[in-house]
């Protein structure tokens, strides 16, 4: 696949995935955060915020490898 394909797949397959990891935290944020205290509520929302950076890392390094030399 040339980079240029990944790159448009990429960015498609990273707002589809944001989108739905955002819903799915506030989901379960909305079900079971309800009268905890605030740091327990900060602390979810701190590593929620920062754990769909990985799989995103993984997926932007993928998009930017070069394409393999045509023979």
């Avoid at 989901?27 to 327990?40: D, M, R």
């Amino acid at each position: 696949m040339r980079q240029r394909i990944r790159k448009l797949v990429g960015t498609l397959v990273l707002v589809a995935f944001v989108l739905l990891y955002a819903l799915v935290v506030m989901t379960i944020a909305a079900a079971k955060l309800p009268g905890t205290s605030s740091w327990v509520q900060l602390a979810f929302f701190v590593v929620g915020g920062l754990v769909w950076v990985i799989p995103a890392a993984v997926l932007v390094w993928w998009m930017a490898k070069p394409d393999r030399p045509r023979p």
